[in-house]
């Protein structure tokens, strides 16, 4: 025998499961439509990737060999530049010692005599002059290396400069 508490319980139990499938299918339904939000928004993102790569790419491409080839240019100028400012301080290094190898040739030409050749051999001035010579000739190595440094630093910063001006 059912009776009508039976029955009502039974209803109330259909109808809680009929409202909870259709929760769960509201959930559903908000679910599908989230995904499709997120869908539609990666295949944007795909269009622009792709559009990228099918144009956008060749033209940063074309810069970008446009800018190493400036690059290469400009390197290949500032290494012609630093060669010759080394040959040209080598050429002014060699004057000046050729020119101290004179002086000094002088001032002992000045100071011989047929005696005196034999004194100036054992004399300690002739040392001291060599000495002085040296030291002088390791300056101007000294001084040269230092520019050279300078000039390879310069030549640095002036390609950095020109590759920021590029836009790189």
């Known amino acids: 025998v059912v009776t009508r508490d039976d029955v009502e319980e039974s209803l109330k139990a259909v109808f809680q499961f009929v409202k909870g499938k259709e929760q769960l299918l509201q959930d559903l339904f908000s679910q599908i439509k989230e995904t499709k939000k997120i869908i539609a ?24 060999s446009k800018v190493k080839s400036e690059l290469k240019r400009t390197e290949e100028y500032y290494r012609e530049a630093l060669k010759a400012v080394k040959e040209e301080k080598q050429k002014l290094f ?10 000094a040739l002088k001032n002992a030409v000045g100071y011989l005599d047929k005696h005196c050749r034999r004194e100036i051999e054992e004399n300690e001035w002739l040392k001291e002059e060599v000495k002085i010579y040296r030291k002088a000739h390791s300056d101007l ?3 040269v290396q230092l520019l050279e440094k300078e000039n390879t ?16």
């Open 94 to 103: 060699d004057r000046h010692m050729k020119l101290l190898s004179e002086e």
């Open 141 to 143: 190595e000294a001084s």
């Open 153 to 168: 630093s310069l030549v640095a910063k002036l390609i950095d400069i020109k590759l920021q001006h590029l836009g790189v």
């Open 41 to 64: 928004e990666k295949e944007r993102e795909r269009d622009y990737w792709l559009e990228y790569k099918n144009f956008g790419s060749q033209i940063h491409a074309e810069k970008i």
